[in-house]
């Protein structure tokens, strides 16, 4: 199978390519951020890059391009840069996400599967999320991502294609990018440098955490049944509930380091609660997480 990855030189797609390694794979990215010194690592696994923008995905120079599946991560995902920058954001996310749904259809690809984001929920009354639950984002991230599903789905349906939206809840693993690392990465450098972990708010905020391993087997799930499916969305996470105080007494207790929990004030728009129901994704793809978070932890650490 022929398959482009688009943000495939990120922290999810450097992972997803050791998954899909028997597929004939292409990535684009603009490496804004990803370090170019992994295009030598990709062209040694036979992976083809384009170094370009998503945006320009519609230019004369891709018009001879078939892919049997697109797999949409490129993204903006930081929630600061979205409320600092919406329109960046927006372009990123919707326009970005229009243009490459456009070289779908322009260039007869059937299959499409996208990086959504727990974020479309905002704070929820009611945990845990299934697919039906309300969507009310609270912040231009999460309301970007909600366009963007809406957008797969109107293109779904006007030009029949397969498409698969997968809602990611709290995805960690190695490699994750500092800016736009998850709270268990921070923790990871804060006890690498032998310093207390800071929490912001009083730590019973709750999170679904899932391994970027268990992420991969997903989206591959997903491939596999990704026809006849037009514009479904999946809730993906562990189905388990963490608080932020239970993580930091699990990481300092893995670390077994003398490390103490400091508190700041909590950070404004930060969500309380967030769990996934995958009764849907065990249903529907046949996914079932296995790696617990102890085990994923201890292995970074």
Do not use: W
Not at 42 to 48: C, D, L, P, S
Not at 110 to 136: C, D, H, Q, V, Y
Not at 169 to 177: D, S, V
């Amino acid at each position: 199978m022929k398959i482009l990855i688009t943000g495939g030189a990120g922290f999810i797609g450097s992972h997803l390519i050791d998954t899909l390694i028997e597929h004939e794979i292409t990535i684009i990215d603009n490496f804004s951020n990803s370090s170019t010194d992994k295009i030598s690592y990709f062209e040694k696994k036979n992976i083809k890059v384009i170094q370009d923008d998503i945006l320009n995905l519609e230019q004369i120079k891709y018009s001879s391009l078939f892919f049997d599946l697109v797999i949409h991560l490129a993204a903006q995902i930081n929630v600061d840069v979205s409320v600092k920058n919406p329109h960046f954001n927006h372009k990123i996310n919707v326009t970005g996400t229009k243009t490459v749904l456009n070289f779908c259809v322009k260039n007869n690809i059937k299959n499409f599967i996208a990086a959504s984001s727990a974020a479309i929920f905002g704070e929820p009354k009611k945990i845990p999320l299934t697919e039906e639950s309300p969507t009310n984002p609270i912040s231009p991230y999460g309301e970007s991502k909600l366009l963007m599903e809406e957008l797969i789905k109107q293109f779904s349906e006007k030009f029949h294609l397969n498409t698969i939206v997968l809602r990611f809840f709290n995805i960690y693993g190695e490699g994750q990018n500092d800016e736009y690392a998850g709270v268990i990465s921070k923790f990871i450098k804060q006890i690498k440098k032998n310093e207390d972990l800071i929490i912001f708010g009083d730590g019973n905020q709750t999170r679904d955490f899932l391994s970027v391993c268990d992420l991969t087997e997903a989206i591959h799930c997903a491939i596999q049944r990704i026809n006849g499916k037009h514009g479904l969305c999946i809730n993906i996470g562990s189905g388990l509930s963490t608080s932020i105080n239970e993580l930091a007494t699990l990481m300092i207790s893995l670390s077994k380091k003398p490390l103490k929990i400091k508190y700041k004030i909590k950070k404004q728009g930060d969500i309380q609660n967030s769990l996934a129901s995958i009764n849907y994704a065990q249903k529907v793809l046949n996914f079932n997480p296995k790696v617990s978070l102890k085990k994923g932890i201890d292995q970074l650490l």
